[in-house]
């Protein structure tokens, strides 16, 4: 693939992160040696969870080769991407004392749900500066911070894989900073509200 063809590829996904232009383009080819085993979260296994999910049915659908934006290529719904925004909405209704949404300050744009300052515990909600979960428009996939087991669990069932940098303190993301396939039918919408309600449940630790 030629770098014009490579760099039209990359502005395809959409916005993320990073500028939309070759200076953005060019920081997410420098950091894509350091990507990871998108499988496997270090130093725990969904053993420590007792957390019970289905498996998802299905393939896996293909990731982008770019760790930013980090979008899903294949496996959308037929009509196109399914919203689960409402979902995130639902949760801060649920919860109004606790959780708000804002700008996601990890995609700097579009709406993220946060635990508020004073009740964002220590560990990946605190590494996180407090968001929890943003849907990303272009494919419906979304992305989310879970406890260790969890994000394992999560992964094993066939719903998500980790961010290829997840878990690398220079770049901010805490090591449970999962990708949530977008939802194909109203199957996967149940069972990724599921999972959001886990999030949202273990970051106030109510779960």
């Known amino acids: 693939m030629s770098i014009a063809e490579d760099y039209a590829a990359w502005k395809a996904l959409g916005p993320g992160g990073l500028p939309a232009n070759m200076v953005g383009w060019a920081i997410t080819k420098i950091l894509t040696p ?20 289905p498996t998802r049915p299905g393939p896996r659908p293909s990731v982008a080769p770019y760790p930013i934006p980090h979008r899903q290529l294949n ?16 949760c801060t209704r649920t919860h109004s004392d606790l959780l708000y949404l804002s ?22 909600v605190a590494q996180a500066g407090g968001e929890i979960a943003h849907v990303h428009p272009s494919d419906g996939s979304l992305h989310v911070v879970a406890e260790h087991g969890d994000a394992q669990r999560i992964i094993d069932a066939g719903w998500g894989e980790l961010h290829p940098l997840a878990g690398r303190p220079a770049i901010g993301l805490p090591e449970p900073y999962v990708l ?28």
Do not use: C, M, N
């Not at 270090?42 to 019970?52: G, I, L, M, N």
């Open 75 to 90: 496996g959308i719904a037929p009509g196109g991407p399914v919203s689960v925004f409402d979902v995130l909405e639902s």
């Open 34 to 53: 350091l990507g990871r085993d998108p499988l496997t979260v270090r130093d725990v296994d969904a053993a420590s969870s007792t957390w019970e999910l």
């Open 180 to 207: 949530l396939y977008s939802p194909r039918d109203r199957y996967d919408v149940e069972h990724i509200s599921r999972i959001l309600d886990r999030v949202v449940e273990t970051a106030l630790g109510t779960g």
């Open 103 to 124: 700008t996601s300050h990890f995609e700097k744009h579009g709406q993220a749900l946060y635990v508020v300052a004073e009740k964002r515990r220590p560990g990946v």
